[in-house]
């Protein structure tokens, strides 16, 4: 049966928060044939400028009377800005209040409180607008970190690019992970991310002095979990000793050298646990464990739970 989506914009709009989702929606209709219809609606029909001044014809305004199952809200600075009418207001509560689920993309979330003013939900959206979401919404609970947070039917992601992971992860719940792995290899998204990961990375921490000379190493050990990696080996590839490489992870990421790597291996495997139909031992071999026991041991002892448990978990969400 086909998922209808109503994508809402305003002037002002990321076009990457209305066209990243939209392609992921679009492109499992390749694989599921007319998996997902999707229309676009503003606050009246007509032109709609993006945030950098181009316009997209929209076909629906608020009053029109509309056939959809997910309402998605995108985001961008105008959406932000955004400040509903008393009926807008209302005409977009009644048309949430239809979905089967409301989906708030980026800075989208500001919507949200206007349309459920009493209702205590829990989002996120761009971390550097989380902030300003919370002091705007102090009925509302605002997470930095998640890349995209499930509140009942209310669905709300990070900044820009989660947009895609939260698509995947609802394509994923609509017509199963493995379909979504098929759209996620068309989109050549290298992995889905799962809600739970941060929204900005260690590469994106160290921009700046001395921290910067982390920065080849980090792009470099995400290539080579499924092999041994040394201090000595680290060191060498940052260029500087083993000690000095110890006292910078310290400083910069909280965590020794050989911690960070076992991070790194944990949270590829959770990520590969993720996807549809996994194996255990391959996933532990993947992610340079030689004995599945051990790599259950460690997944256990990081996550809290077992890497069965775990994608079991996965299988039935």
Not at 121 to 147: E, F, M, N, S, Y
Not at 151 to 166: I, N, P, R, T
Not at 268 to 278: F, Y
Request: hydrophobic share 45%; glycine share 6%.
């Amino acid at each position: 049966m086909t998922k209808k989506l109503l994508f809402f914009i305003a002037d002002g709009f990321q076009a990457l928060d209305l066209f990243g989702p939209l392609d992921a929606f679009m492109e499992t209709n390749d694989i599921v044939p007319q998996a997902y219809y999707s229309q676009l609606m503003s606050l009246s029909a007509g032109a709609v400028k993006t945030a950098y001044g181009q316009s997209v014809n929209v076909e629906l305004g608020l009053a029109d009377v509309i056939e959809f199952d997910d309402l998605i809200i995108c985001g961008g600075t105008g959406m932000r800005q955004l400040r509903l009418s008393a009926q807008q207001g209302a005409q977009l509560k009644q048309l949430a209040d239809r979905a089967q689920r409301v989906i708030s993309i980026c800075t989208g979330a500001f919507i949200l409180p206007q349309i459920y003013p009493q209702q205590a939900l829990t989002l996120t959206t761009h971390w550097r607008h989380c902030q300003q979401l919370a002091q705007q919404a102090g009925h509302c609970q605002v997470k930095l970190d998640p890349l995209f947070i499930n509140d009942g039917k209310v669905w709300s992601s990070a900044g820009v690019l989660s947009g895609v992971d939260l698509a995947l992860a609802l394509i994923g719940a609509d017509y199963g992970n493995a379909i979504a792995a098929k759209v996620a290899k068309e989109l050549v998204v290298y992995l889905q991310r799962g809600g739970q990961q941060t929204q900005y990375s260690d590469l994106l921490a160290l921009q700046n002095g001395e921290s910067l000379r982390l920065s080849a190493l980090l792009e470099w050990l995400p290539s080579q979990l499924q092999q041994a990696i040394t201090v000595e080996q680290m060191a060498d590839k940052a260029c500087v000793s083993t000690r000095q490489l110890t006292r910078l992870f310290k400083l910069h990421l909280g965590s020794t050298p050989s911690l960070y790597v076992r991070k790194l291996r944990l949270e590829r495997a959770r990520d590969l646990l993720s996807q549809a139909q996994a194996d255990l031992a391959n996933v532990a071999s993947q992610v340079g464990f030689t004995h599945y026991d051990s790599f259950r041991r460690a997944f256990n002892s990081y996550f809290g739970v077992s890497p069965l448990i775990f994608m079991q978990h996965q299988a039935r969400s």
